[in-house]
């Protein structure tokens, strides 16, 4: 038995409404399979519109204290600019030390203000640079801990870079440091 064009349109003429739910199946079966990555570009889509909803929302969010941020900003760059040293004004900076020598109770035996490396070719110019400093201290144990101590809370940035301990007798011991104190590029 063969199937010729004239016998499908006889079917066709006979059940009309099944060869039309046929061609209907068939029609969105064709679409689905040509539409079937639809569904994932529209996800990207929303999935990045997300992101920017949350990110939208946030800058609305944190924009109510942007003028608390730049206040607190401003006040902590002028407490930096206060305590930051400059290059060319050696005896203000090594009062630092003096100051620090005083309160700890230790005797600073030597102090010397190293030269600054210039910076490295290509990098970014910085307001503030280094100001390396070669020291050492006497003094005993507790007096050369408050001495760091105090260092470290100096009204300027500071990094000790090397630390050497000595013992030149029985009561006290001796530090030499190399420190970097933050201060103005000049």
């Known amino acids: 038995m063969s199937l010729e064009t004239k016998d499908i349109v006889a079917a066709a003429k006979r059940r009309p409404l ?3 739910c046929g061609g209907l199946v068939l029609a969105l079966g064709l679409a689905t399979y040509f539409r079937m990555d639809v569904p994932g570009e529209l996800e990207e889509k929303l999935a990045e519109r997300e992101k920017e909803l949350t990110r939208l929302s ?3 969010r944190f924009s109510a204290q942007l003028d608390t941020h730049l206040q ?3 006040s902590a760059n002028e407490t930096i600019a206060a305590g930051a040293l400059r290059v060319s004004e050696l005896a203000r ?23 600054s490396p210039p910076p490295a ?11 390396p400093f070669s020291l050492t201290v006497r003094g005993e144990y507790p007096q050369l801990i408050d001495f760091l101590a105090r260092l470290d809370r100096v009204a300027t940035l500071s990094r000790v870079t090397s630390a050497t301990t000595a013992k030149p007798t029985e009561d006290t011991q001796m530090i030499s440091l190399t420190v970097q104190l933050l201060g103005y590029r000049p």
């Open 18 to 20: 099944l060869f039309a």
């Open 121 to 131: 070719r290509g990098a970014p110019v910085t307001t503030y640079a280094p100001i």
């Open 72 to 74: 607190s900003l401003q």
């Open 93 to 115: 900076n090594q009062q630092v030390f003096y100051r620090i020598e005083a309160d700890s109770g230790v005797k600073l035996l030597d102090l010397r203000q190293l030269s």
């Open 58 to 60: 946030n800058n609305v």
